[in-house]
């Protein structure tokens, strides 16, 4: 990177959503700049920054010439406590920076004077009846007078109340499809960068784990599986020419894999999330910018979906300082090399280390009614380290609550909109289930 501003500068100090590893680097950088100030043990209440929205500027090859300039001047202005209006609107007309990564990175320069609106303040605003948004920097001001006055705390102290915020029952819980919509229409933005997936989850204690990581026993025979199923069924796979595409034939057929399922349909998501009526279930909101998004037949799907072949032992643990040239050398690189030529002849002996370790999300050939009906995508799940541990996900999201005591009621809901088992499931066994269900005929 050759340029940098003040605000990016603290957004990357704060763009790990692990707050022990927040806390480490700021340990790190008071070493290293002799700082005499006392040793950071705690960034509870600190926002973070979404890992791939770190910049406040565009890429150099699309940016305005003065954007740097800008957002250096702001930071002076807004350190001296008198910010000119143009000045704020310029910023914030900035492509890469956006109302609520603004209020953010102003809260990290005077935490004293300035509320954050990041999801979390946001969501803990509404639930006080109170309001998160602005046009500009006199209404964001106001905003936060308002917001400090109306709670009787400071910017930090809220932000710290919003951090501990869990909202059970109040604004994150959907008992309706039209509570649903309301909730979506809430979290939409004019100048979107990004797109929106989700996900349905029957049991809210479940986490965002693919199949393949929720038993130890399932992992390390991810290799064993994969070459038995096909060994098995070598009629069901002919089509496949890819190992993702194997992965997603596998996930139709409910073996464990890497991916995880997602749409673009929120009411697809609902109906997952409302089935088995004895707990609550979650609806995630995913945020996903348009670089991030990866298609069945990127060379970095096929290197993350040949893992599901290496054996549990995989590791590139101790290869990550190798430079690229060193890395691909390695015996565990070379194998997974082969392993990716096999369905592409033509791949350059180059492996990105980071992609080894990285979630990605990846939108399927629509070759299949079920995905078709399903609107269908995948978080595609990378290592971290080693086998044995999934990659972390990185992507921004919200998280909704479904009352178990609802959940009928919003299959009924979205079954007068066409979305129930049969539509969802067009196989011929699924719409028979569904049609015993719905005459109450014996199974």
């Keep these: 990177m050759e340029e940098i501003d003040p605000f990016t500068f603290f957004s990357y100090l704060n763009k790990f959503h692990s707050d022990e590893r927040r806390v480490e680097i700021l340990q790190g950088l008071r070493r290293k700049l002799n700082l005499n100030c006392p040793k950071p043990t705690d960034v509870s209440g600190i926002p ?146 990004y797109h929106i997936f989700y996900r349905g989850q029957s049991d809210k204690s479940f986490g965002l784990i693919p199949s393949i990581y929720r038993e130890k026993f399932l992992i390390q025979n991810e290799n064993r599986i994969f070459r038995d199923i096909i060994a098995q069924s070598p009629a069901d796979f002919k089509g496949c020419t890819s190992t993702f595409e194997k992965l997603v034939k596998m996930q139709h057929y409910s073996l464990p894999t890497r991916l995880l399922d997602i749409t673009t349909n929120p009411l697809v998501a609902l109906y997952f999330a409302c089935e088995n009526d004895a707990v609550d279930g979650k609806l995630f909101r995913f945020e996903v910018q348009t670089s991030d998004i990866k298609y069945f037949d990127s060379d970095a799907v096929s290197v993350v979906s040949n893992i599901a072949k290496r054996p549990i032992d995989f590791s590139i643990e101790d290869l990550r300082e190798l430079d690229r040239k060193e890395f691909n050398s390695e015996e565990e690189i070379q194998y997974l090399l082969h392993e990716i030529k096999y369905e592409k002849p033509h791949f350059q002996n180059v492996i990105d280390s980071k992609d080894i370790e990285r979630v990605f999300c990846v939108k399927p050939m629509f070759d299949n009614p079920r995905i078709i009906r399903q609107s269908g995508a995948f978080f595609l799940y990378g290592i971290n380290g080693n086998k044995s541990q999934p990659a972390s996900l990185n992507f921004s999201y919200k998280v909704y609550i479904i009352n178990k005591a609802q959940k009928r009621k919003i299959r009924k809901q979205l079954e007068a909109l066409g979305i129930d088992k049969s539509t969802l499931f067009p196989e011929v066994e699924h719409v028979a289930e569904h049609i015993k269900d719905k005459y109450h005929l014996p199974k």
């Design 48 to 193: 973070t920054i979404h890992p791939m929205k770190v910049h406040l500027f565009p890429h150099k090859s699309t940016r305005n010439k003065h954007d740097i300039n800008v957002l250096w001047e702001l930071f002076r202005q807004v350190k001296e406590g008198k910010v000119d209006e143009r000045l704020f609107q310029t910023a914030l007309n900035i492509k890469s920076v956006g109302k609520g990564k603004l209020s953010i990175v102003l809260f990290y320069v005077n935490p004293e004077r300035y509320v954050p609106l990041d999801s979390n303040t946001s969501s803990y605003l509404r639930s006080k009846k109170l309001g998160y948004t602005y046009d500009s920097f006199a209404s964001y001001n106001e905003l936060s007078e308002k917001i400090v006055k109306t709670l009787g705390k400071r910017p930090w102290e809220i932000s710290y109340e919003a951090y501990n915020y869990t909202p059970e029952s109040d604004s994150s819980s959907i008992g309706s499809i039209r509570t649903l919509f309301e909730k979506l229409e809430d979290e939409l933005e004019d100048d979107m960068d």
